[in-house]
């Protein structure tokens, strides 16, 4: 069973930018799709990003688009959402997932392993 643990979280002014990091911790981290979601308060949680196995494919949310960047490095079993530009809208906790199927993948219910959140908090 693989983990997964989520780091970078912060409080950030508005503008501002964070690197969440999400280490895997398991067999099969270069075969896995790897994906961020977050859950704001209040909020169902929702897709930010997701990257193919070898990161050649990276999908977003169009509210994220051209502000976060999803990466992976398969020797490190690390993925990493670099968020710029935040703003306070993007408050929320941060969670890492991944799943062993291939392709576009959005759903939460398609991942069956979490990890436990980051809290990133973006101030105005």
């Known amino acids: 069973q693989a983990r997964l643990a989520e780091s970078g979280g912060g409080l950030v002014q508005a503008g501002g930018s964070l690197r969440l990091s999400c280490a895997y911790t398991g067999r099969y981290f270069s075969t896995s799709t790897m994906g961020w979601f977050r859950h704001a308060a209040g909020e169902e949680r929702e897709f930010v990003a997701s990257?193919?196995?070898?990161?050649?494919?990276?999908y977003y949310a169009d509210s994220v688009k051209g502000r976060f960047t999803i990466s992976r490095d398969n020797a490190k079993d690390t993925v990493y959402l670099q968020m710029n530009s935040l703003k306070p809208e993007d408050t929320a906790v941060y969670y890492c997932?991944?799943?062993?199927?291939?392709?576009?993948?959005?759903?939460?219910?398609?991942?069956?392993?979490w990890g436990r959140g980051t809290q990133v908090t973006v101030s105005s």
């Open positions: 990257s193919s196995w070898t990161g050649s494919n990276t």
């Open positions: 997932a991944s799943t062993a199927l291939g392709g576009f993948r959005s759903s939460a219910k398609e991942y069956p392993t």
